[in-house]
């Protein structure tokens, strides 16, 4: 394994040092707030007009590849890669298979408390969680892009980067998991108060998996599963 990867990781319990600058981190969280407000003003994907479902997978594909791409810049600027934030390693198809049967137990797993949690909050979808709902053969592909995406980026950075630089400003690494899940559940505002609860502690439980496993592949094997498939069936259980 390479010892970069293994010093990126830290001990479980411990906080890391801080993985780019604080004005690099400011900068990304002022951007999403931004965004998340005005998706939630606006009650659709992306807040920035209707564009449609095809043009809002697009749009956001290419936020969260930006974003990907301005951690990079980031923590380039402490000698780290985007490697060293995912960790882990997979040596052959059978370490691969390890962390796509660790995806779809703790899928599993916090799909249950989710659940519950909703059914507490009597938490519905609203219309902007049903626009999202992919419509014909086109539109279910570039879907599946935009989930395939999420499960990279979203994880890379809320987990792989947000997780570690909270951990270094508040040294614990509680805090760090505590708060970028918040970050998260804060960054769904199209969809409702209700259900950035119940997302801010599904956030919090893939940091709890990041930090245990020291490897962010899982949660996005998870990431992608838990949206891919959630979209596909999702307009067949809320009509």
């Not at 390890?98 to 703790?106: C, E, K, M, T, W």
């Not at 400003?169 to 899940?181: D, E, F, H």
């Not at 259900?195 to 899982?218: D, E, H, N």
């Amino acid at each position: 394994m390479n010892a970069s990867v293994i010093s990126a990781q830290p001990a479980p319990g411990s906080s890391p040092e801080a993985v780019a600058p604080a004005w690099h981190t400011i900068a990304i969280l002022v951007v999403m707030s931004a965004l998340t407000v005005l998706s939630a003003r606006s009650g659709n994907l992306v807040g920035l007009g209707p564009y449609g479902r095809a043009g809002s997978y697009g749009m956001v594909m290419v936020f969260e590849w930006a974003t990907v791409a301005f951690i990079w810049y980031g923590v380039s600027r402490r000698g780290l890669r985007i490697a060293d934030l995912v960790g882990g390693r997979w040596s052959g198809p059978l370490a691969v298979l390890r962390d796509l049967g660790i995806a779809i137990v703790y899928l599993m797993g916090s799909l249950l408390i989710l659940n519950l949690i909703g059914y507490v909050l009597k938490a519905a979808p609203n219309q902007a969680i049903r626009n999202i709902f992919p419509h014909g053969p086109m539109e279910i592909v570039l879907y599946l892009m935009l989930a395939a995406t999420a499960g990279f980026c979203e994880e890379l950075i809320f987990r792989g980067y947000l997780q570690r630089q909270f951990s270094a400003w508040t040294r614990s690494a509680i805090g760090g998991i505590v708060l970028q899940g918040i970050a998260f559940g804060a960054a769904h505002g199209y969809q409702g108060w209700k259900y950035m609860v119940i997302i801010a502690v599904f956030g919090t439980m893939f940091g709890l998996l990041a930090q245990w496993l020291r490897s962010l592949r899982p949660g996005m094997m998870a990431h992608f599963v838990q949206d891919g498939v959630g979209g596909l069936l999702g307009p067949h259980f809320m009509k």
